[in-house]
């Protein structure tokens, strides 16, 4: 079986719930449950990396909980449609030409992970406040300046990760993640922290 028939047979399965992809230097993409194939044998499948290509076909995966992609340098943007993968819990992009997130990001509200890392992620959109379930945010190895203040409303934030960024401040509100453990600010443009930073309660670890 072609792989691309392979990773489009299980898009197609009613209990698929992960899906990992990711472009090896050597030419070989690995893909979920061990697959492996050459670059020259793919052209089909690297069409899928395409913004518009690759959630074409997005109501195939409404079970999907787990979406990990790596070095596709044809994603340069997600659609709006990722939304609609509301049983979404992990969602983790590194290595991609990836310059902003759907201004509607935050309608994935059972997301309990996020990883956007190194990357050309420049901002984010103000929508993810929303993201309430949010334990993880990594957002390390990217171009940021600031943050939206709607940031401090994740409420059950453990952990946070900034660092190689270029961020000149943080919100001034940030002391209202109250679950916060671990925040690593580390590689960026900070002069000075807010005063409320002192207000976490759970901090075990400031980078």
């Known amino acids: 079986m072609k792989y691309a028939e392979h990773i489009a047979q299980m898009l197609g399965h009613a209990d698929f719930m992960e899906l990992g992809l990711q472009l090896l230097d050597n030419g070989v993409l690995v893909g979920e449950e061990g697959c492996v194939a050459l670059r020259e044998e793919l052209s089909e499948l690297y069409d899928w990396f395409k913004p518009y290509h690759y959630f074409s076909d997005i109501k195939a995966m409404l079970q999907?909980?787990?979406?990990?992609?790596?070095?596709c340098r044809d994603l340069t943007a997600l659609p709006d449609s990722i939304t609609l993968l509301g049983q979404l819990e992990t969602l983790f992009l590194s290595n991609v030409p990836l310059t902003h997130l759907p201004e509607n990001i935050g309608d994935l509200v059972q997301l309990e992970a996020m990883g956007v890392c190194e990357t050309q992620l420049e901002e984010l959109p103000k929508s993810i406040g929303q993201l309430k379930q949010l334990e993880e945010q990594y957002l390390f190895d990217n171009k940021l300046t600031h943050l939206p203040d709607e940031i401090t409303q994740l409420d059950q934030l453990f952990e946070l990760k900034l660092g190689?960024?270029?961020?000149?401040?943080?919100?001034?509100?940030?002391?209202?993640?109250?679950?916060?453990?671990?925040?690593?600010?580390?590689?960026?443009?900070?002069?000075?922290l807010p005063d409320?930073?002192?207000?976490?309660?759970?901090?075990?670890?400031?980078?």
Do not use: M, V
């Open 196 to 207: 409320s930073i002192q207000q976490l309660p759970h901090l075990e670890g400031l980078y």
């Open 64 to 71: 999907l909980k787990d979406l990990n992609i790596e070095y």
């Open 164 to 192: 190689h960024n270029r961020l000149t401040s943080l919100p001034e509100d940030i002391g209202r993640l109250k679950e916060l453990h671990f925040l690593n600010l580390s590689k960026n443009q900070l002069r000075q």
